[in-house]
């Protein structure tokens, strides 16, 4: 009995193999009748170029430089004291509206909170900005006392505790905003405002020359984002 299964087996591989083979050597019939369609290319009239538009903008930098050697001048030009104020007053706000509306336990971390202000926020967002270049996998080791783990100068700068709070209560939005204010269909509804001053900042300091090339750089990405891109070459 076990023959004749294993028989009717074979004759069932058998037969889609062959299903399979007839399906290939026709695709490939199909190929080579494209192919035959193909004309040769007329190199003595070149397709028109691309049009090219009249910049009416003066390309370069608009605003004046102080020290062209120091990468915090050109920082602050893009994130200067108006959208550290605008940081600092919604992160206040919101920690605000949280203990207005939340029960917390004695216990509680978050009743260690203060309001901060420009020049600790400007030392919270240097931490995160070498965090990009002192790297680890877990982001509480930054502020650790052990020597194995220890980076001293981020203690120095800030506490771990205070480090967390402001982490915590870091906003860029007042949620407390009426409709009208908000749109709340908008995906950037959050960051709306602060992305907008962001983009004024760019254009007031630099106008591109005419030819340039945009590209897109993808980051891998796990959550739940109605924008996420899967590209399998990729």
């Known amino acids: 009995m076990n023959s004749d299964s294993e028989n009717e087996c074979l004759i069932e591989e058998r037969s889609s193999d062959e299903e399979f083979s007839s399906f290939e050597s026709e695709s490939d019939d199909d190929c080579l009748d494209s192919a035959r369609d193909w004309c040769q290319i007329d190199v003595t009239s070149p397709l028109p170029s691309h049009p090219k538009f009249t910049l009416t903008g003066n390309p370069g930098i608009k605003v004046c430089i102080g020290d062209s050697g120091d990468p915090l001048e050109y920082f602050n030009l893009f ?75 981020f203690g120095e700068v800030m506490s771990e505790v205070r480090y967390g709070l402001l982490m915590k209560f870091l906003h860029f939005a007042n949620n407390d905003a009426s409709s009208s204010d908000l749109d709340h269909n908008m995906k950037l509804k959050k960051i709306r405002e602060f992305h907008d001053l962001v983009v004024h900042k760019f254009k007031s300091v630099y106008v591109p020359k005419p030819d340039i090339s945009v590209d897109e750089s993808l980051i891998a990405y796990k959550d739940q984002f109605s924008w996420k891109q899967y590209i399998p070459q990729k």
Do not use: C, H
């Not at 992160?91 to 029960?103: K, L, V």
């Not at 420009?118 to 270049?133: A, N, P, T, Y």
């Open 79 to 153: 994130l200067d004291d108006e959208m550290f104020s605008f940081i600092v007053e919604e992160t206040n706000r919101y920690a605000e509206s949280f203990f207005e509306n939340t029960e917390l336990t004695p216990s509680s971390r978050a009743l260690k909170w203060k309001n901060t202000n420009k020049e600790e926020m400007k030392r919270f967002i240097s931490l995160l900005l070498l965090q990009g270049v002192v790297q680890k996998p877990v982001e509480k080791w930054f502020g650790s006392k052990r020597p194995i783990l220890s980076t001293l100068f």
